[in-house]
């Protein structure tokens, strides 16, 4: 399926929320159509490692804690689905996972690919045309946090919310780092025996969690949002405007990377080390809420 709903309180055609999402719209049909294979925008094999399922599903990546106690019969959604990797991941658990991107090349795929899922293309700020009060659970990965615009993950928040059931779920994925505002600029540097450097330097690159950087010419690693732990707390408070309870946990992406005495020890492609040691994300963050407000 590909209309786009458009809703009423929706910022028009030329707003500044609507000129960033052609913005991402052209960078990943350019990215779809330039990568030879059409996966995920990103390093296919290393997402491929991590363990989405087990901290999407489970409270604190717990597997004694499942976020339901039964998921079959229930329905799921992706936000920014990409060609549906994690859809079809999640239908190992689900009865039914659908998903909704802004990108038609997207989509396509992920059609293609994924008989028995419906999917949609969306105008960048919502979930789509996906039927209101359907969902049990939606769930998104390294998409949102691609987003450094605050108002349009603030809209697609809103539009979720539309679409989950009254006792519906989320976890939501972002990157984490445990310095930030503060980005390494240089790797860990041995000065002389047991004594290393590294600079840092306040990020003006990337988007704190409120920032609405919407002129932004660059995604997907580009410009993203970044949470660090000063952040933390709004976060609870923004997200306990939608959902009476507010969990995070962290999946630890920082590790093997080398440093003071400490060679790179982990495979390039490890769940547990980022595909780039340079990467500034140290945790993958999972946001996770119960008890819908809206
Ligand atoms: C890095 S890919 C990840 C795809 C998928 N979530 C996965 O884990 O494989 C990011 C995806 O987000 C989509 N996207 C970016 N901005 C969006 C927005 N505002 N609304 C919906 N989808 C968006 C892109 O088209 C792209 O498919």
């Not at 998903?99 to 419906?118: H, K, N, W, Y």
């Not at 993950?153 to 519906?168: E, F, S």
Request: charged fraction near 20%.
């Amino acid at each position: 399926m590909s209309s786009a709903a458009r809703r009423d309180d929706a910022p028009g055609p030329d707003s500044a929320v609507s000129r960033y999402a052609e913005m991402q719209r052209a960078y990943y049909e350019h990215a779809a159509r330039n990568n030879p294979e059409s996966w995920v925008v990103g390093h296919y094999d290393y997402h491929e490692r991590v363990p989405y399922e087990t901290n999407l599903l489970f409270l604190h990546g717990d597997v004694r804690r499942p976020i339901f106690q039964d998921f079959r019969g229930r329905a799921a959604f992706d936000i920014a689905c990409g060609e549906g990797r994690m859809v079809r991941r999640m239908r190992n658990f689900f009865q039914k996972v659908d998903g909704a991107d802004i990108s038609q090349v997207m989509i396509d795929l992920a059609e293609d690919r994924t008989p028995g899922s419906d999917f949609w293309v969306t105008d960048g700020i919502s979930a789509g045309a996906a039927p209101s009060g359907f969902y049990d659970f939606a769930f998104c990965t390294i998409s949102l946090q691609h987003i450094c615009v605050f108002e349009t993950r603030d809209l697609i928040l809103k539009d979720i919310c539309r679409i989950l059931k009254p006792d519906g779920k989320i976890t939501l994925q972002y990157g984490f780092s445990r310095n930030y505002p503060a980005l390494p600029i240089t790797p860990v540097q041995e000065v002389s025996p047991g004594v290393a450097t590294q600079i840092f330097k306040i990020d003006q690159q990337h988007a704190r969690w409120f920032d609405n950087k919407t002129d932004a010419q660059a995604t997907n690693g580009g410009c993203d949002v970044v949470v660090g732990p000063g952040d933390l707390e709004a976060l609870a408070g923004y997200f306990g405007q939608y959902f009476e309870t507010v969990d995070f946990w962290f999946h630890d992406v920082s590790i093997g990377r080398g440093g003071l005495g400490q060679p790179r020890i982990l495979p390039p492609v490890h769940p547990n080390s980022h595909m780039t040691d340079d990467c500034h994300v140290t945790h993958l963050m999972f946001i996770h809420g119960t008890g819908k407000k809206i």
